[in-house]
């Protein structure tokens, strides 16, 4: 079977057993999509096929998208294409990157990956990428490079919705309550659309804020949703030295590895509600491991910075 055919791919779901689960009577499964694909992996995988099939259905050559410099979306895009024979662009917020090619591609472990998969980046100053949706700027970016097949930062559209729609399946409807972290709100839209009427979905947002809601609205009228927001760390990309014991302890503890921004607060928040007694005596649970593990080795250079302790690989 071709990687990004239209069938679906499942992951396998992994039980958690843990003195705090049990003492609560809940139950824990993770749904490993982190091990859909070494490089493309997670909600990443699922975002991207619909397009990519899109894009060569189309005719297209070449796929630009936008991202940060850690940005998981900007690796998965650069191995996705490499993998189709796709070109593929990436607009990287920052153009201070660009000064030394040379010397950030050597710091920068997301864009040296990028760059290696054959990925040509164009660094743009911060006040100009936050144009990034709009016709003037995008219509520039064609004068540049030629017609091309646009994601948009994050990887979130309407395909990328019909993606995630395949990570909960009728193997999980046992589960009475679904959670998933939320960047760009697009990964549990399609999670919410795929649950049954007696499920739960609790998305864990790694940014601060309530504009989510609004973006999760326009992609799903269900209404079984609620977005914790406890657990952000402070905002998107922040973390403290009880998020990253966490994190090493359960991936010592259960042998899974976690990342920093997205599935780490997303665990930690469950743990913390189940110390709490927010779920009620055999409740079950799935919370989906949506990647991002290409990101650990970046948030390790700012963590000897900080000089707090390093995430284990």
Known sequence: MHIFSSETVLSENQQITHPVLNAAQVFLDIKREDQLHKEISGNKFRKLKYNLIEAKKQGYATM??????????????????????????????GDELDKNLEKTLTQNDTLRFAFSAGMQLKFVARKLYSNKTSSVFLDELKNEFGTYYLIPEGGTNDLAIKGCEEIVTTQDDTYDVICCA??????????????????????????????????????????????????????????????????????????????????????????DMVKNGVFPKNTRILAVHTGGLQGIAGMNKKLVKKRLPLLTI
């Open 64 to 93: 630009l998208t936008f991202g940060g410099a850690f940005s998981n979306h900007i690796a998965a895009t650069a191995a996705a294409g490499k993998m189709v024979g796709l070109q593929t662009i990436g607009v990287i917020r």
């Open 182 to 271: 939320v960047g760009t709100g697009g990964t549990i839209s399609g999670i919410i659309n795929s649950t049954k009427k007696h499920q739960k979905v609790l998305g864990f947002p790694a940014l601060k804020g309530d504009f989510l809601s609004e973006e999760i609205k326009k992609y799903t009228s269900k209404t079984n949703w609620k977005l914790i927001h406890d657990y952000h760390f402070g905002g998107y990309g922040k973390v403290n030295q009880d998020l990253i014991e966490f994190i090493n302890t359960f991936k010592d503890q259960q042998h899974i590895p976690l990342d920093p921004v997205y599935t780490g607060k997303m665990l930690f928040g469950i743990f």
